[in-house]
């Protein structure tokens, strides 16, 4: 991470090319760029309206969902229960809509970031003030998590006949750009993007991540709360993974409580991780992030496109990480993960 | 509190829980079920073991699991191809160690975190496994099946293999030089480099027998459900770990006992098999695994806090 000095009132980039660098989003870059010239060689059905409007369907839920784990990950930690929490949220959502179908859909949002703020703060507690390592926190919690979801919803399934309209529409419509429409999920997400790069460059919080991420031991000597800021990544991680849980009820018509989010961890992590990020903490943006979800959903639509079974999907997946990791082991060298 | 007594934690809680248990079912106390619902957790136990010697390392496994599910799916395309038993038994024991000791190759000499390491095998394993057999089930012979059912002096052939394994763990963690450089990788890496110790061949063995256990695992899951599936054994990771740290096993590496994780596999296995006497739902039990590993780990976090202040 770069240093910065001064009244904190400079700004934290010194020139405009540095303000848009994109350094460590090469790889993401470069990747997107394979896989769609690949593709398309083979099929050129690929670049077709409604492949690329696929591929933008894909990414809404990846990104909120990435958004929160890159949070936590830039602050030093992992969250793997991530795909629970989306679970949850979704379930929890669908069961308000069924006491009260007319509820607006800020109000539903409201709620689906609440319930994923309080499985995040159950997170964050444990990790921060129990000091038990966020890996076993959050393999815990991924089980448990599950768990409830299926002791909230009873094992029924919300069906589509549940979720008010209204809410399903944010996938189907949105601002028509050309032959292509960029669905309101797309335009939250990206929203979410902003304001989250917004918090990172410029909130003290946001700084603080960095800095605990990044060494913790100077952030504690300089005076930072390494609990507290790290105990705050995971509860804005599982907010963003609750409202991840109204716009999977929003994408896809229903929830059920056993497929919802299931390995969806995966997913994001895979994401997160392409997108440059150092897996230890301390370095990120969410410009490589968004790319590396985008990366993701164009593989998706590559898989099926080309006719390779959703079988593959895992496989890729792990390839991906590992990949990822074993480029980027120059940075992440030999630390301890307890 | 000194590592003999945190033994006694899960004992104490095996008997307690018996005691509690059976007073209100009865019918669990009747041997031949027991023994019956313990084949069940065998394949547990056998990764148990394995995450025991790897957390002990200073390192993680998260993806026995899904190590377990591909050589299971592996050894049923072998038979497929008319392999004999014999000639899989040694195929299988080969494959799970290789797929571990990948694992420690990349922990040990790409000198990456295990978690991630693991984290990215876990999907990949579980991805080969789904992308090789796809969602069919693969049928076994009948020569191999019911290995379960088998009996020698009274106690099924599986529970025999593990504490065959167990004491065999016993003896190397306890015993051996092996044994002792995991104790010693685990509480301080770099004074191991400093005394000598081979720490990159210690990581690998550690992963290795990890997976070799997977590999056994997945003959004894295969011989037991008749089928193999890429989508079984979901949740073993966390099953494994749970029943590691429960038997007191630090979690920040360099403490642990094998006659800890047994006795905490005994506890894990007879209160799972008490909650399917009670009717307690799969996604419960679930629930239930995850608080007691945050639980056991937060205990002994409490505890180390305690005895640091009375020592101070």
Redesign the interface.
């Known amino acids: 991470m770069r240093q910065y000095s001064g009244s904190g009132k400079q700004a934290p980039w010194n020139t405009w090319q540095e303000a848009i660098s994109i350094h460590r989003e090469r790889t993401a870059l470069a990747l997107i760029g394979l896989v769609c010239f690949a593709t398309g060689l083979k099929e050129p059905r690929f670049f077709q309206a409604q492949s690329v409007e696929s591929v933008l369907l894909w990414m809404p839920l990846i990104t909120v969902a990435a958004m929160g784990e890159l949070i936590v990950i830039l602050s030093g930690g992992i969250d793997i229960s991530i795909g629970s929490m989306l679970g949850f949220s979704g379930i929890g959502v669908g069961l308000i809509f069924k006491a009260n179908p007319h509820l607006p859909i800020a109000a539903a949002l409201s709620a689906g970031f609440a319930i994923g703020f309080l499985l995040g703060t159950t997170n964050g507690v444990i990790i921060s003030w129990g000091r038990v390592p966020p890996l076993v926190v959050t393999i815990a919690t991924l089980a448990s998590f599950r768990g409830l979801t299926f002791l909230l919803s009873r094992g029924d399934q919300i069906d589509s006949s549940m979720i008010p309209d209204s809410l399903t529409s944010l996938a189907h419509r949105g601002i028509p750009l050309g032959s292509l429409t960029f669905s309101w999920l797309l335009v939250f997400a990206l929203g979410i993007c902003f304001l989250t790069a917004l918090f990172l460059r410029f909130s003290r919080l946001g700084r603080k991540l960095f800095a605990v991420g990044g060494n913790a031991e100077a952030a504690y000597l300089r005076g930072i709360s390494i609990s507290r800021t790290t105990f705050v990544a995971y509860a804005i991680c599982g907010a963003l993974a609750g409202l991840a849980g109204v716009m999977y009820a929003a994408r896809f018509g229903f929830v059920n409580p056993g497929s919802a989010g299931q390995n969806f961890e995966l997913t994001v992590i895979a994401a997160v991780v392409i997108g440059g990020t150092k897996l230890t903490g301390g370095e990120g943006s969410v410009l490589g992030v968004l790319l590396g979800c985008l990366l993701l959903s164009c593989i998706n639509v590559a898989l099926s496109v080309l006719g390779i079974e959703a079988n593959w999907q895992m496989l890729t997946y792990g390839l991906v990480i590992l990949a990822a990791i074993i480029t980027d082991g120059a940075r992440t060298r030999s630390r301890r993960w307890a | 509190m000194g590592l003999k007594k945190m033994l006694f934690i899960p004992l104490i809680a095996v008997l307690l829980a018996i005691v509690g248990v059976t007073r209100s079912m009865p019918q669990l106390m009747d041997v031949r079920y027991l023994l019956d619902s313990s084949t069940l957790y065998v394949e547990t136990g056998l990764l148990a073991l394995g995450m025991t010697l790897v957390i002990i390392s ?3 496994d ?1 993806s026995v699991g899904s190590n377990l599910v591909l050589t299971a799916c592996l050894v049923a395309k072998l038979f497929e191809r008319g392999w004999s038993i014999s000639l899989v038994l040694v195929a299988a024991c080969l494959l799970g160690t290789s797929f571990g000791a990948l694992n420690g190759i ?1 922990v040990a000499k ?8 693991t ?10 496994a ?2 090789a057999l ?2 069919a089930s693969i049928k076994l012979p009948g020569g191999f099946k019911g290995i379960d059912q088998a009996r020698l002096f009274g106690l099924p052939w599986p529970v025999l293999i593990f504490f065959a394994l167990a004491i065999g763990f016993a003896y190397l963690l306890h015993r051996t030089f092996l044994g002792r450089w995991i104790f010693s990788v685990g509480s301080n890496e770099r004074a191991s480099v400093y005394s000598g110790v081979p720490t990159d061949r210690v990581k690998i063995s550690v992963f290795a027998i990890t997976g070799l256990m997977a590999g056994i695992g997945a003959l004894l899951l295969d011989s037991r459900l008749g089928v193999a599936r890429y989508d079984v054994a979901r ?1 073993i ?2 099953d494994s ?2 029943i590691a ?1 429960l038997g007191g096993t630090a ?3 360099g403490k642990g006992t094998v006659l800890g994780t047994v006795s905490a596999l005994a506890l894990v296995a007879f209160a799972k098999t008490a909650m399917g006497v009670a009717n307690v ?1 799969a ?9 007691l ?2 639980l056991a ?2 205990l002994t ?1 409490l505890a180390g806090k305690f005895s640091a202040r009375a020592i101070a």
Do not use: C, D, H, W
């Open positions: 200073g390192n993680i998260l990349m790409f000198r990456l975190p295990s978690f991630l390491v984290l990215g095998t876990m999907a990949l394993y579980r991805g080969a789904q992308a796809g969602p949740g990771e966390l770990i749970t740290v979690i920040q590496g739902k996604e419960y039990q679930l629930t239930a695994m995850g608080l590993l945050v780990v937060l976090n």
